[in-house]
């Protein structure tokens, strides 16, 4: 690490001493770049001395490509092993022209250009050795010296690109440092932002919800004290007498239905002869069934004897037991009919004036106290929950900003041990 102590100004007069120094959080981007820069410098130095070793190798390879291309067959060799060695040879040939093609120095010098021909350069390297190495097998058979020189060059030009990747794989953990803690960098700041803006609106949030059940309390108050009013008071009492009410009304309807409701069939079955012809009821009784049917409260009470005088006319067609039966439900119906209609009617009079009498008071203040402290509660939960949201989401955040700032300081350790970040709360 003295190089870059050296570079960004660090001076180490002895093995004990220790020179320290102090950076900001803001200062960081300007440090790491004035790092990367340095750093680059160094890397780019080192690699231009390789790289006139590379083109040294280059042009090698080319001087012994083309001197296999101009080798003799010199020897007593078979015709077929000839033949096969002159066909391979092309083959290397082919091989080596496309590698010398493929590899240029690249005209932008960076460390990213740079690590990214080294890349290239190696896997045009093996693939060449790949596509050759068969016929290299031929081809040295019959041209041993000029092949193997092709080979050494080849070897030469693979040993100043692993020396690459070895100048790379030395400077690779403050590179990936450098990386690392200008991303991290980035990552707190957008951390902080979005907390920052998490922690108004959880603030927002908590000043609403106050504000609402403020509301809400007021509410309640104003439902309470309605209440105990007298216009709720006597909504009360009213409801309580259209209770019983609606009961006397029900048990007025359930004696008239106790009478009436039996005769039921027996109309039906009238009605029925009627309409078939079997026999003809006089206008007026069947008016007064088509009431009875749909409304019996209707019912006129002179209907009852006159549907005596039916169910006893020797021409109805009807079983005698069922007509003795209906005789004694039609005689029910007139000795009681009347009196349990005119209750009826008196128990839905009363009941309808008393419901009236209960819409007439003003109650909708009441209805609206009520619909806004249900509204109030709503949203009070609503945002409750949207705040525990928020408030777990402000925790991942928290933990996560927690987690890049140790990074942090890890790469900025890597990069130069001396070198302490000061990163505030």
């Not at 001087?63 to 101009?70: K, V, W, Y």
């Not at 058979?141 to 100043?160: H, N, W, Y």
């Not at 998490?198 to 504000?211: D, F, S, T």
């Not at 005769?263 to 009784?285: A, C, D, F, I, M």
Request: charged share 35%; proline share 2%.
């Amino acid at each position: 690490m003295s190089w870059i102590k050296k570079l960004l100004g660090k001076k180490e007069s002895s093995r004990e001493e220790i020179v320290s120094r102090e950076i900001s959080f803001e200062e960081l981007p300007g440090w790491l770049d004035e790092g990367f820069r340095n750093l680059s410098s160094k890397i780019e130095k080192d690699a231009s001395g390789l790289f006139r070793e590379l083109e040294a190798s280059l042009e090698d390879l080319k001087e012994s490509n083309a001197a296999l291309m101009e080798a003799k067959v010199v020897g007593d060799f078979d015709v077929r092993a000839v033949k096969r060695a002159k066909s391979n040879r092309e083959n290397m040939m082919k091989q080596v022209g496309i590698l010398a093609d493929k590899i240029r120095v690249p005209e932008k010098i960076d460390v990213r250009a740079l690590e990214e021909f080294n890349e290239i350069a190696l896997q045009s390297l093996n693939s060449c050795m790949e596509h050759m190495g068969r016929s290299f097998r031929y081809t040295r058979v019959v041209f041993p010296q000029e092949s193997k020189e092709v080979t050494d060059s080849l070897a030469r030009i693979g040993k100043v690109l692993q020396d690459f990747r070895d100048l790379f794989t030395g400077y690779k953990k403050e590179l990936d440092a450098l990386e690392a803690a200008s991303g991290n960098y980035q990552g707190i700041k957008d951390l902080s932002a979005s907390i920052g803006t998490e922690k108004r609106e959880i603030e927002l949030k908590e000043n609403k919800i106050q504000g609402l059940k403020s509301e809400l309390s007021e509410t309640g108050l104003a439902l309470e004290a309605f209440r105990q009013g007298e216009t709720w008071k006597q909504f009360q009492s009213l409801q309580e007498e259209l209770d019983e009410a609606e009961s006397r009304l029900k048990q007025a309807e359930s004696g008239l239905t106790s009478l009436v409701l039996p005769l039921s069939n027996t109309l039906s079955r009238l009605q029925k002869l009627h309409e078939t012809g079997r026999y003809t009821l006089k206008p007026e009784v069947k008016q007064q069934i088509n009431i009875y049917l749909k409304e019996p409260e209707n019912v006129d009470p002179i209907f009852f004897p006159d549907l005596q005088k039916v169910l006893e006319d020797n021409a109805l067609d009807m079983q005698a037991q069922k007509k003795e039966k209906a005789l004694l439900q039609v005689k029910a119906a007139i000795s009681g009919f009347e009196a349990r209609k005119k209750e009826f009617l008196e128990a839905r009079c009363a009941f309808k004036a008393k419901k009236a009498e209960i819409s007439s008071l003003d109650t909708g203040k009441l209805a609206e106290l009520e619909h806004r402290k249900t509204e109030l509660g709503n949203r009070i939960r609503l945002l409750e929950e949207e705040l525990e949201q928020s408030g777990k989401k402000l925790e991942v955040s928290k933990e996560q900003l927690e987690a890049r700032r140790e990074k942090l300081l890890k790469d900025v350790s890597v990069i130069d041990s001396s070198v302490k970040l000061i990163i505030s709360s």
